[in-house]
Antibody
Framework: QVQLVQSGAEVKKPGASVKVSCRAS????????MHWVRQAPGQGLEWMGV????????TYAQKFQGRVTMTRDTSTSTLYMELSSLKSEDTAVYYC??????????WGQGTLVTVSS | DIVVTQTPLSLSVTAGQPASISCKSS???????????LSWYLQKPGQPPQLLIY???NRFSGVPDRFSGSGSGTDFTLKISRVEAEDVGVYYC?????????FGQGTKVEIK
């Protein structure tokens, strides 16, 4: 069965960077787009960006342009999202999701990133 | 960016009764290829979102038939024919006709 297993919770100081991973299994990783969505505490869902199946094309939400980098490693079926220059407003749960026919059919369990001095 | 607006933001329903959530987009979600890119997700407490409905009215694998979606263009509706205790959570609609994908604010459904 399809599984997306994300890395554990992180605590970072303002100005630092965080790199979250998402390991896929149960399907051919290199055939699907992958997206990142985040959710601040008590808030709704916010789309961050997408990476194509081969990993050579990314599209980021304008809000995160210049601060986010999405990559993927086909050899380990792992997706990565790195967010730099962290601010307290970046405290959120970050989800990886599989893109299927322009929808998100499977989601990781989420990774809580806390930004605090 | 396409703005997606959900109403109501919260809903308290007696178990066994129907529920309905509206979702409106600022632009048509009908693609030139004939598909409409509107989907619904349910986020149960403490869990990631799960896909319920895609392309307006198609139930995802394993989704009970008490969930149904309808609508076209810019106006959409999710209906639950008989709400069960396991349906509590926050429901989101999402447009994916263009990037950035955008979500509605969410509708919190609880049992009376």
């Amino acid at each position: 069965q399809v599984q997306l297993v994300q890395s554990g919770a992180e605590v970072k100081k303002p100005g630092a960077s965080v790199k979250v991973s998402c390991r896929a299994s149960g399907y051919t990783f290199s055939n699907f787009y992958m997206h990142w969505v985040r959710q601040a505490p008590g808030q709704g869902l916010e789309w961050m960006g997408v990476i194509n199946p081969s990993g050579d094309t990314t599209t980021y939400a304008q809000k995160f342009q210049g601060r986010v980098t999405m990559t993927r490693d086909t050899s380990t079926s792992t997706l990565y999202m790195e967010l730099s220059s962290l601010k307290s407003e970046d405290t959120a749960v970050y989800y990886c999701t599989r893109g299927w026919q322009r929808f998100s059919d499977y989601w990781g369990q989420g990774t809580l990133v806390t930004v605090s001095s | 960016d396409i703005v997606v607006t959900q109403t109501p933001l919260s809903l308290s329903v007696t178990a066994g009764q129907p529920a309905s959530i509206s979702c409106k987009s600022s632009q048509s979600l009908l693609h030139s290829e004939g598909k409409t890119y509107l989907s619904w997700y349910l986020q149960k407490p403490g869990q990631p979102p799960q896909l319920l409905i895609y392309e307006v009215s198609n139930r995802f694998s394993g989704v009970p038939d008490r969930f149904s979606g309808s609508g076209s263009g810019t106006d959409f509706t999710l209906k639950i024919s008989r709400v069960e205790a396991e349906d509590v959570g926050v429901y989101y609609c999402m447009q994916s006709i263009q990037l950035p994908r955008t979500f509605g604010q969410g509708t919190k459904v609880e049992i009376k």
